[in-house]
């Protein structure tokens, strides 16, 4: 099993709507749990950063995490063409000075 | 302005030349680490450093060396031991180890 899943996608959204990107993870230490965005040939930008259970909001992005189940998730609300990208979903396992990543879901919000 | 600078962002090499990819941060960020992607595929751990004068292996080591002699500069060499070496190259620093890291927009390698 990796150590941190993601369906690839693409996961395909209209404008308006809300996208939900889910991450699942093995190790049950994980503490620090972060969302990178990813547009196409561009580096990986950090939006939203989550340490303990429950939802984090900002603007129209609500991170939510759940240890017991080991998933975090990120939700977007009111999807713009713009949030097109690759969302990756890395954490921290607190054991080791690192993030882990996983290989990223693909959004695409149509018209 | 504070950030995180990589250069260049296009470089073509022949096969069998060592290359070094410059990564600098004004951010005073202890961690830098650096960092691989491939087409369609996650982010891949080279070397990290917490501390000037320390660095460890990531998960893909090999073909490649590192130095910190400065805390805002941690540039990466690709060897001629790199069998694969075609890339993306992504350097990143953190606050502290561990926390959220911030990445510099990237140094594209082709090997001819």
């Not at chain 1, 230490?29 to 040939?41: A, E, K, L, N, T």
């Not at chain 1, 189940?69 to 609300?77: G, T």
């Not at chain 2, 202890?30 to 320390?54: E, K, T």
Request: with cysteine.
């Amino acid at each position: 099993q990796k150590e941190v899943e993601q369906n690839s996608g693409p996961l395909s959204v209209p404008e308006g709507a809300i996208a939900s990107l889910n991450c699942t993870y093995s190790d049950r230490v994980s503490q620090s749990f972060f969302w990178y965005r990813q547009y196409s040939g561009k580096s990986p930008e950090l939006i939203m950063s989550i340490y303990s259970n429950g939802d984090k909001e900002d603007g129209r992005f609500t991170a939510q995490l759940n240890k017991a189940s080991q998933y975090v998730s990120l939700l977007i609300r009111d999807s713009q063409p713009s949030d097109s990208a690759t969302y990756l979903c890395a954490l921290n396992t607190g054991t080791a000075s690192k993030l882990t990543f996983g290989t990223g879901t693909r959004l695409q919000v149509t018209l | 302005d504070g950030g995180i600078t990589q250069s260049p962002k296009y470089l073509f090499r022949k096969e069998g030349q060592n290359v070094t990819l410059s990564c600098e941060q004004n951010l005073n960020h202890d961690a830098m680490y650096w960092y691989r992607q491939d087409p369609g595929q996650g982010l891949r751990l080279i070397y990290y450093s917490q501390i000037v004068n320390d660095f460890q292996k990531g998960d893909i080591a090999e073909g490649y060396s590192v130095s910190r002699e400065k805390k805002e500069s941690f540039p990466l060499t690709v060897t001629s031991a790199q069998k694969n070496p075609t890339a993306f190259y992504l350097c990143a620093s953190s606050g502290k180890q561990g926390d959220e890291q911030f990445f510099g927009p990237g140094t594209r390698l082709t090997v001819l």
